[in-house]
C-alpha cells in the first residue's frame, strides 16, 4: 500500500528529464529536486520572460485549466500544463516533499506516460524523512454528476480507483478496471500506460493549439476504426488504465495521500478536478489523520477480509464426520 510508511518522503538525489510538450511542441527540462518535510509537491517556473522565477503549488486550488491536461498557475503568466503524468508517478511512489524545476510551459511527455518519470525516481531513489505523513481520510460518500459521467469518492480501507470508460470505436468500447494503488503496483499495471487521441481531432486540435508536440511516439493515435500505432495497444485495456494514471495524478492535488476510493465514469481530468472541489466545500466530508494509524488500520481491515474469505472457504468444504 501506498500508506505502507508512516512518514514522509522525498527523492534521494536531483533527477532530470527533457523532452517535448505534447500541446505546446515546445523543449523542457523538468527537474525533481528533494525539499523539505511538509513541503509538499512545488513546481518551480523558470525560464520566464524578466529572468524571474516563480514557484507554483501543486494544489487543486491552483489549476486554471483541464481542457485535455491539468493546468496549474496564470494562462496569462507562470504556469506549468500536463502536470498529471509526473504528479501520478510521485504519488504512487510515496514522494510527498520535492521541488520540480520546469524550464518550459509544459512538463515533457517523455513517451505519453508516467514510465519515465518512475524510471527517474527511482534512479535516485525515495527517502524517508523524520516527520509523520498525513493522509485524507474520506468519511462519507460525495459525488459529482456531469450527463452521463459521474465522479465519487467513498470510504475506502486503502487508496482505490474503480474507473470505467465507453467509446464508441471498435479498439475501446467498455472498459473498466479495479485497482488499488501500491507502488509496485503501479509500475507494473498503470505507469506504462500511454495517453490516447483520434486522428479526425488533430485538425481541430492544432487550431486551438493543442497537440502541436504530439506524435506515435509520445500517444496512442486512433483512426476511424484502428489504433495507427505499428506496435499497438501495449495492453487491450490501455485506455481504461491511462485514466487511472490521470486520476491519480489528478487526485494528487488534494495535496495528501487520499484514503477512499474514487469511482469515475467517463471522467477526465475536468471531471477529476470538480470531484476534488466537492470534496474540500464540504468539510464533513474527510478528516487529516495519522499516516501511521492508516496504514495500521489498513493492515487490520485487510487482514480482517482475508480471515473471512478463508471462513467462507472453509464453510463450502464437505463434512467429513
Known amino acids: 500500500m501506498v500508506?505502507?510508511?508512516?512518514?514522509?518522503?522525498?527523492?534521494?538525489?536531483?533527477?532530470?528529464?527533457?523532452?517535448?510538450?505534447?500541446?505546446?511542441?515546445?523543449?523542457?527540462?523538468?527537474?525533481?529536486?528533494?525539499?523539505?518535510e511538509d513541503t509538499g509537491i512545488i513546481f518551480l517556473r523558470t525560464n520566464l520572460p524578466g529572468s524571474r522565477d516563480i514557484e507554483i503549488?501543486?494544489?487543486w486550488s491552483a489549476i486554471s485549466a483541464t481542457a485535455l491536461c491539468t493546468v496549474l498557475g496564470d494562462p496569462?503568466?507562470?504556469?506549468?500544463?500536463t502536470v498529471e503524468h509526473a504528479l501520478a508517478a510521485l504519488r504512487a511512489l510515496g514522494v510527498d516533499n520535492a521541488l520540480i524545476e520546469v524550464d518550459g510551459p509544459e512538463v515533457p511527455i517523455m513517451d505519453g506516460s508516467s514510465a519515465s518519470f518512475v524510471d527517474a525516481i527511482d534512479s535516485v531513489?525515495?527517502?524517508?524523512?523524520?516527520?509523520?505523513?498525513?493522509?485524507?481520510?474520506?468519511?462519507?460518500?460525495?459525488?459529482?454528476?456531469?450527463?452521463?459521467?459521474?465522479g465519487e469518492l467513498r470510504p475506502?480501507?486503502?487508496?482505490?480507483?474503480?474507473?470505467?470508460?465507453?467509446?464508441?470505436?471498435?479498439?475501446?468500447?467498455?472498459?473498466?478496471?479495479?485497482?488499488?494503488?501500491?507502488?509496485?503496483?503501479?509500475?507494473?499495471?498503470?505507469?506504462?500506460?500511454?495517453t490516447f487521441?483520434?486522428?479526425?481531432?488533430?485538425?481541430?486540435?492544432?487550431?486551438?493549439?493543442?497537440a502541436l508536440g504530439s506524435s506515435l511516439e509520445n500517444a496512442v493515435v486512433?483512426?476511424?476504426?484502428?489504433i495507427v500505432n505499428p506496435e499497438g495497444p501495449r495492453w487491450r485495456d490501455e485506455f481504461v488504465r491511462h485514466k487511472i494514471l490521470d486520476s491519480i495524478g489528478d487526485l494528487a492535488l488534494a495535496g495528501l495521500p487520499i484514503e477512499g476510493c474514487y469511482r469515475s465514469h467517463k471522467g477526465g481530468h475536468k471531471l477529476n478536478f470538480t470531484m476534488l472541489k466537492a470534496l474540500f466545500a464540504d468539510p464533513t466530508a474527510y478528516e487529516i489523520v495519522d499516516g501511521q494509524q492508516t496504514a495500521e488500520r489498513v493492515r487490520r481491515e485487510r487482514a480482517g477480509d482475508e480471515v473471512n474469505v478463508r471462513l467462507e472457504a472453509a464453510a463450502l468444504l464437505p463434512e467429513t464426520n
Open 3 to 36: 500508506f505502507r510508511s508512516g512518514y514522509q518522503g522525498t527523492v534521494g538525489d536531483s533527477v532530470s528529464l527533457s523532452g517535448i510538450g505534447v500541446h505546446s511542441g515546445q523543449a523542457a527540462t523538468m527537474t525533481i529536486h528533494p525539499s523539505d
Open 57 to 59: 503549488k501543486a494544489d
Open 76 to 81: 496569462e503568466g507562470a504556469f506549468v500544463s
Open 125 to 150: 531513489g525515495v527517502v524517508q524523512q523524520s516527520k509523520r505523513r498525513k493522509v485524507l481520510r474520506i468519511l462519507k460518500p460525495v459525488r459529482v454528476d456531469a450527463g452521463d459521467a459521474f
Open 156 to 194: 475506502h480501507a486503502g487508496s482505490r480507483f474503480e474507473v470505467s470508460i465507453a467509446y464508441d470505436h471498435s479498439s475501446i468500447g467498455h472498459q473498466e478496471m479495479v485497482f488499488d494503488l501500491s507502488p509496485d503496483g503501479f509500475r507494473d499495471e498503470i505507469s506504462r500506460a500511454r
Open 197 to 210: 487521441g483520434f486522428l479526425k481531432d488533430v485538425e481541430h486540435l492544432w487550431a486551438n493549439n493543442f
Open 222 to 226: 486512433l483512426g476511424d476504426d484502428e
